[in-house]
C-alpha cells in the first residue's frame, strides 16, 4: 500500500513538473538594433511660469462688475421706459 502511495505522488510530482514547463511561453529574443536616441535632450525640468499677476486678476473683476452694473442699469432703465409708456396707454383706452 505504502508503494502505490510513494508511486502516485512521485507520478503526481512528475506530472506538475511537466505542466509547469508547458505553462511557461517562449517569447522572441530582443532585437539586436539599439533604440534609437533622441536628436535633442530633453530639458530637465519643465519651465516655469511666472504666476500672473493680482492686479490684472483685479482689473478683470473691475471690468466683469463694470459690465454687468451697465447692463443692470440698462435693463431697469428699459423696464422703467416700458413701464411708462404702459402707463401712458392705459388712460388713453
Known amino acids: ?5 510513494t508511486l502516485a505522488s512521485a507520478g503526481i510530482f ?3 513538473l511537466q505542466g509547469a514547463s508547458l505553462a511557461q511561453e517562449k517569447t522572441a529574443p530582443a ?10 535632450a530633453a ?3 519643465p519651465e ?4 500672473a499677476a493680482p492686479a490684472a486678476a483685479k482689473e478683470t473683476k473691475k471690468v466683469k462688475k463694470e459690465k454687468k452694473a451697465k447692463a443692470k442699469k440698462e435693463k431697469k432703465a428699459k423696464a422703467k421706459k416700458a413701464k411708462k409708456k404702459a402707463a401712458e396707454e392705459a388712460p388713453a383706452e
Open 1 to 5: 500500500m505504502k508503494k502505490i502511495i
Open 14 to 16: 512528475l506530472l506538475s
Open 31 to 40: 532585437p539586436a538594433a539599439p533604440a534609437p536616441t533622441m536628436e535633442k
Open 43 to 45: 530639458p530637465v525640468a
Open 48 to 51: 516655469v511660469k511666472a504666476p
